[in-house]
């Protein structure tokens, strides 16, 4: 984003260049033709000490703009920040996740298909959220899910979209990553966040998500891959929680689902940590 701030100032400088020096030959002509050449020594005084002052007059006023766009651009910027992104956790909002993925799943339709890579929608939600809030305070949640969403940022690629879809709910779409590519990325989130606590120190808890995606290889709507997703998470909160549930589209990326599903196994925690596990 700077190196096309950067390229905009220096294209607008330029053109205010063009600009100055066509100004300066219109005056070289007018001149000309006014005073009936330049054969006199005050003409040509008169000339050369105005088009020093275009000049000199130019370079302030060029400045005095750049700065002022500078500056427009930056307030730009962050009224697009405030605007796109989630006020707690700073990851896209449900707006901004929405749009984005829709233009990424149309761009499937204008690849070649040889040139089709798949891409996969996780919806992650925390387990147990209500009881976090409830027993330890709306401000622990708070830092739960501030938690969560930094780790799913670090976790995935840069490239890759993350978005709160409100509450505890979270979205990931997987840019030409397919099932095999996603069960390792959802594996890897479920530990991560299983990792984490919170809450004060004698009443210390520890997160965890279920995870439920589509993987699919050409444009479908995105109502459509939500619900399915969506449909894979209440399932994988029906058999557990603490683990994923993926599930593939065909080829065409229409019709039934053809794969099946790919859930983790669950994990028992460390005896230490079955106390904690109630809370939960």
């Known amino acids: 984003m700077r190196s096309n701030s950067l390229d905009s100032l220096v294209r607008f400088s330029l053109e205010l260049l063009g600009l100055t020096v066509t100004m300066g030959a219109i005056t070289v002509i007018a001149a000309f033709y006014a005073f009936d050449g330049f054969a006199l020594p005050a003409t040509r005084a008169t000339l050369s ?7 000199l007059s130019a370079l302030p006023l060029q400045i005095y703009a750049a700065l002022r766009i500078t500056r427009l651009k930056r307030d730009n910027d962050r009224l697009f920040h405030a ?6 956790t700073q990851v ?6 929405k749009r984005a993925a829709e233009g990424s799943i149309a761009s499937l339709s204008r690849r070649r298909a040889t040139d089709l890579q798949p891409h996969t ?7 147990h959220f209500k009881r976090i809030n409830d027993r330890l305070g709306h401000h ?3 830092e739960a899910l501030t938690a969560i969403a930094a780790t799913l940022r670090r976790s ?10 409100g509450g505890e709910e979270f979205a990931i779409l997987l840019k030409n ?85 790919a859930p983790a196994r669950a994990v028992e925690p460390p005896l230490p940590e079955r106390r904690l596990a109630a809370v939960r």
């Open 140 to 142: 622990v949640g708070d």
């Open 49 to 55: 000490f105005c088009l020093l002052a275009l000049f």
């Open 177 to 261: 990553a397919g099932m095999e590519e996603a069960r390792i990325v959802a594996e890897r989130l479920r530990l991560a966040i299983h990792r984490i606590e919170v809450g004060p120190a004698e009443r210390r808890t520890r997160l965890s998500v279920s995870i439920g995606g589509v993987s699919f290889r050409s444009a479908v709507a995105f109502p459509t891959l939500y619900k399915i997703a969506d449909a894979n998470l209440y399932t994988a909160k029906r058999t557990g929680r603490n683990r994923f549930n993926l599930t593939q589209l065909g080829a065409l990326g229409r019709g039934p689902l053809i794969e099946a599903t």
């Open 121 to 127: 929608l996780m919806i992650l939600d925390a387990d």
């Open 92 to 97: 896209l909002n449900r707006t901004a996740f």
């Open 83 to 88: 605007a796109t992104r989630d006020g707690l």
């Open 156 to 165: 995935v690629r840069q490239d890759d979209l993350v978005g709160r879809l």
